[in-house]
């Protein structure tokens, strides 16, 4: 059973660039959420998806957009790069569930911007 | 909001030591909270949760209670292993399950 699968694991970007980061969700699993981990920091929520919709959104500028497919995979694009964008970004899947929200956690992409 | 708060590290131990992480959390309504783990070069792993008041998350010998008159969710094991060095993050999810908001983390190191 795959788990949580991210793409690619590094990047190099320079300011003003556009990203996208992709994400396939762990099998059987129908939502996708995205964090970005400053070095030293906790994971800060960016959005999540469900059925191709953005369900909720943290405090993020709107440079940040995502996308999710027919297939529950995920994207995730940064525009207009900043030096204060590099981070790991982390994808995680889990299940609708009104009770609690256990997420698994893919292995992340490392971005960095020059 | 929301917030989580951990204790700062990092925290040095010897192998066999006791360990305790100190987690403590503000929401409304009934979160479920969670401990992470992050090993080096890795992404996170769930270590063990609790869903509601009084239940005790236990896996691979760590153990925390959800204590709702304190607030506080705190991680312990009895005999750390040099293995165990990673880093730990105390997180909550609200009963929407949109988010899930983590702690800072606490780095621990286990000398040999």
């Known amino acids: 059973d795959a788990g949580v699968t991210q793409s690619p694991t590094h990047l190099i970007k320079t300011r003003g660039q556009q990203v996208t980061l992709r994400c396939s969700p762990k099998s059987g699993h129908d939502t996708v959420s995205w964090y970005q981990q400053a070095l030293g920091q906790g994971p800060q929520f960016i959005f999540q998806y469900y059925e191709e919709e953005e369900r909720q959104r943290g405090n993020f500028p709107d440079r940040f957009s995502g996308h999710q497919f027919p297939n529950y995979s995920s994207e995730l694009n940064v525009n207009a790069l900043l030096l204060g964008d590099s981070a790991l970004y982390l994808c995680?899947?889990?299940?609708?569930?009104?009770?609690?929200?256990?997420?698994?956690f893919g292995p992340g992409t490392r971005l960095t911007v020059l | 909001g929301n917030s989580v708060t951990q204790m700062e590290g990092p925290v040095t131990l010897s192998e066999e030591a006791f360990l305790t992480i100190n987690c403590t959390y503000t929401?409304?309504?009934?979160?479920?909270l969670f401990w992470y783990v992050q090993y080096p070069g890795e992404g996170l792993q769930l270590l063990l949760k609790a869903t509601k008041a009084d239940d005790k998350g236990s896996n691979k010998g760590f153990e925390a209670t959800y204590r709702k008159e304190t607030t506080s969710f705190h991680l312990e094991k009895g005999s750390v292993q040099v293995s165990d060095s990673a880093v730990y993050f105390c997180?909550?999810?609200?009963?929407?399950?949109?988010?899930?908001?983590f702690g800072a983390g606490t780095r621990l190191f286990v000398k040999a």
């Open positions: 929401a409304t309504g009934y979160p479920s």
């Open positions: 995680a899947s889990s299940l609708v569930d009104r009770v609690y929200n256990e997420q698994f």
């Open positions: 997180a909550l999810s609200d009963s929407g399950g949109f988010k899930t908001i």
